[in-house]
């Protein structure tokens, strides 16, 4: 049996990279996981969602859980939901084709070979227009939010994989998202992983 293959996609906030990430997983036809993520840890863990990702419970915003992976709680409870988490995630990539944003993907499966690691991201003015002009979010709230769940991811990545999300030997593919625009991004992404996988 062929090896499945998983792309994983890390994205600052406000470069749309999820939307992008959605949208090539339907291109390719494959499985699209993200918050998803959460829902399976909770319900193996017995746990309510709430308490696996605390942030969603003290949302100030509907956007304020897009930005913090899973438990903000303590490092012990954190730990047992990463590692929980990871269990997740390499079963997924085990037992199907599929595409993961988030959550450490890229560094939980490191060592597996049919793997296309990307990094999506855009300048600072780019990605508070996308969170005014798409994510109808305030310009004060969008700044914020953009300060926020930068620093939260970038604070959950180091700890767990011991290096930035942004860091280029751990990635495949780094792209600006407002270079060429959400769609043509998508395509070009999406021709990529064809060509990487054979498809």
């Not at 998803?36 to 969602?49: E, N, R, Y």
């Not at 269990?87 to 595409?99: G, P, Q, S």
């Not at 600072?124 to 305030?138: D, G, I, K, S, T």
């Amino acid at each position: 049996m062929n090896e499945k293959f998983v792309v994983t996609i890390t994205r600052q906030f406000g470069s749309l990279g999820r939307p992008i990430a959605k949208q090539i997983s339907e291109n390719l036809g494959i499985e699209y996981y993200d918050r998803d993520i959460v829902d399976m840890t909770a319900k193996q863990m017995s746990l309510p969602v709430s308490t696996i990702s605390d942030a969603e419970e003290h949302a100030k915003s509907a956007f304020f859980n897009m930005g913090y992976p899973l438990g903000m709680g303590t490092t012990e409870m954190q730990d047992q939901i990463f590692l929980a988490q990871s269990k997740i995630i390499m079963n997924l990539a085990e037992k199907e084709n599929c595409l993961i944003v988030g959550r450490c993907a890229d560094y939980i499966l490191r060592d597996k070979k049919e793997l296309l690691n990307i990094f999506i991201y855009a300048p600072y003015a780019a990605r508070l227009r996308n969170c005014v002009e798409r994510l109808n979010m305030q310009p004060a709230e969008a700044k914020r939010m953009i300060a926020q769940v930068d620093k939260a991811r970038e604070s959950y990545h180091k700890h767990y994989s011991g290096h930035s999300m942004a860091d280029k030997d751990t990635k495949h593919i780094m792209i600006d998202s407002s270079f060429l625009g959400i769609e043509e991004t998508c395509d070009v992404l999406t021709e990529l992983i064809r060509r990487r996988f054979h498809l």
